[in-house]
């Protein structure tokens, strides 16, 4: 048996997140995974069965910016050790230094980047921390054919089938899903999700439902959660809107849809696809990494899909039309992909293999890559100054420099409210998501941990916070 512990970054969905969940389950009795992610999404993967941990993400203003990659490493290594973890598996487009400093202090673990591809032509930077892992796997995609992006001409990865979730949980049937969801049994639904409306407009989604609402007679819309609020569709046909909240993972429900509007990120495609629904995919041009209108394109070409970018309102008007028309035969084609989703599985056993034949040998100093540009960075602060230098950053697209102080807190034993004067630190050994939502920092302990890691975890905090 390997234990494994499976890494997320926070992500702006639930990508990272839901692929190490498939992953995960994969794994079965053979391997023991943990989860430990930056995602405030983490409590719903631990509902799965799933052993998971939940750290804060370096724009959560908890913990000095200077200090935090300091503070993942610590994290990292204490859980590492705490399930005596033979591999680390990362999921995130950019690794962060903390986790290269956790892989000099562990090198008696393998440290392995599952590494989607479809990359647009950016984040360089990004791939250059691949030199510190010992291995990349990148999972397969449907539309790898068309991948022009900086990872397809890179051999440095191991390639397995695409990853869904679909392939450890499968389908419930179409009458117990929409029992389930609430759905009445005998009309025609369409699904309405556009992910997490953290990156880009929502504005796609309202026309979607709009369109749905006043083109059909009979047709019912679920809505996901994030994209579109019921007072911005017409009021006298609300009763044909269904809102869906907290459901996860909403892949097992797929078929209660008869369509559906999605997002073209990897994830959404890689279940609405094998799952037989007829698909109109909005790329989300605002993604910086990810390349969701390549994606969208490609899979249109092959017939699995149909697909718009989400700047053309009145595109997404008229191919939801269409798809309306003729959705049967592409249904059809797009199910015959189900038995490609092996990626999980695989995925498991080539992380797995580690436990018996990982043997260290070099990683690549990423600090020293760092240093450079770091020095970098502080040349262009010290000639444009601080107020122009966020402004160039933002002009090119780059995320704000996140400013946090060292935070003064009293630590509590259950979560709650904060005073004005002081905030209160939770340390607990089980939350939820929207406990971490809260305006109040939460150290979260991995359930069933020993009493020596909670020890740990405590000087940690010691470490990092002003403990009143």
Request: glycine fraction near 8%; charge should be negative; proline fraction near 6%.
């Amino acid at each position: 048996m390997t234990n494994v512990l499976l890494v997320t970054s926070n992500g702006a969905g639930m990508g990272h997140l839901t692929r190490q969940a498939a992953i995960a389950l994969s794994m079965g009795d053979q391997h023991q995974p943990t989860v430990f992610s930056l995602s405030l999404g983490l409590p719903l993967v631990v509902e799965l069965g799933v052993p998971g941990e939940y750290c804060p993400s370096y724009d959560r203003p908890w913990i000095a910016s200077r200090n935090w990659n300091s503070y993942l490493r610590d994290r990292l290594v204490a859980i590492a050790e705490e399930t005596e973890s033979e591999a680390v598996l990362f999921d995130g487009v950019a690794p962060y230094p903390g986790l290269a400093k956790a892989a000099r202090e562990l090198r008696d673990v393998a440290f392995v980047w599952l590494r989607r591809g479809m990359w647009k032509d950016t984040n360089q930077r990004a791939l250059a921390r691949g030199r510190f892992f010992d291995a990349v796997i990148e999972p397969g995609d449907l539309a790898a054919n068309d991948d022009r992006g900086p990872t397809s001409t890179l051999d440095d990865a191991r390639r397995v089938a695409p990853i869904s979730i679909l392939e450890p949980l499968g389908l419930l049937a179409r009458d117990e899903a929409r029992r389930r969801l609430g759905l009445p049994p005998d009309v025609p639904v369409a699904l309405v999700t556009l992910g997490s409306g953290r990156l880009g407009d929502v504005a796609p989604g309202r026309v979607a439902v709009e369109t749905l609402l006043e083109k059909t007679d009979d047709w019912h819309v679920a809505v996901t959660r994030s994209p579109v609020a019921l007072n911005e569709v017409p009021v006298d046909q609300a009763d044909r809107i269904v809102q869906l909240r907290s459901i996860y993972p909403l892949a097992t429900y797929l078929s209660a849809f008869d369509a559906a509007v999605s997002s073209a990120g990897y994830n959404a495609v890689h279940e609405l696809i094998p799952a037989g629904v007829p698909t109109l995919l909005v790329a989300n041009t605002s993604t910086r990494t990810d390349d969701q209108p390549a994606r969208s394109a490609s899979l249109e070409r092959q017939g699995l899909a149909m697909a718009v970018d989400d700047g053309d309102l009145e595109g997404v008007a008229h191919a939801l039309g269409r798809l309306l028309d003729g959705r049967g035969p592409l249904g059809a084609r797009a199910g015959e992909t189900l038995e490609m989703m092996t990626g999980a599985s695989e995925t498991a056993a080539v992380v797995a293999q580690f436990g018996d034949r990982f043997e260290y040998r070099h990683r690549a100093p990423l600090e020293m890559f760092d240093v450079q540009v770091e020095r970098a960075k502080d040349l262009v602060r010290s000639v444009l100054g601080e107020e122009r230098t966020e402004r160039l950053k933002q002009m090119l697209g780059r995320r704000p420099t996140p400013v946090h102080e060292r935070t003064t807190v009293e630590i509590v034993d259950a979560i709650g409210g904060s005073t004005p004067d002081r905030l209160h630190l939770a340390v607990v050994r089980s939350v939820t998501g929207d406990q971490l939502r809260l305006d109040q920092p939460i150290e979260h302990v991995l359930a069933g941990a020993s009493d020596a890691y909670a020890a740990v975890r405590r000087e940690i905090v010691d470490r990092y916070y002003d403990v009143g």
